[in-house]
């Protein structure tokens, strides 16, 4: 499915990972939550395919609370946070996906 949902999970993780260790993980987590009849209505946040590339400053705002990460974090209908980790669990490495991790 393509176009705007309401964001029920967020999604952290490292660039560096392999696509479809990534894709995996959320399959993974999807199944898990809604099983194997309901699982394509989970909606995901997922920074790559919900900010504008084009326009990624303007994105991020000025302030961390201005950014669309933020407003998605802490939107009423986000459930949680997925984090997808590596056997080196490498997104803990990274300040922007702990900032992440705190905010949710």
Request: aromatic share 12%.
């Amino acid at each position: 499915l393509a176009g705007p949902r309401v964001v029920q999970w967020f999604v952290s993780h490292y660039w560096g990972s392999p696509l479809h260790e990534f894709v995996d993980s959320v399959q993974k987590h999807a199944l898990g939550c809604a099983g194997s009849a309901g699982w394509a209505e989970n909606t995901y946040w997922i920074c790559t395919f919900s900010n504008n590339q084009w326009r990624i400053a303007e994105e991020l705002g000025v302030a961390c609370e201005d950014s669309s990460f933020h407003h998605a974090l802490q939107s009423s209908t986000c459930r949680g946070t997925v984090m997808v980790l590596d056997d080196q669990a490498l997104p803990l490495t990274r300040s922007w996906c702990l900032y992440e991790v705190l905010t949710t």
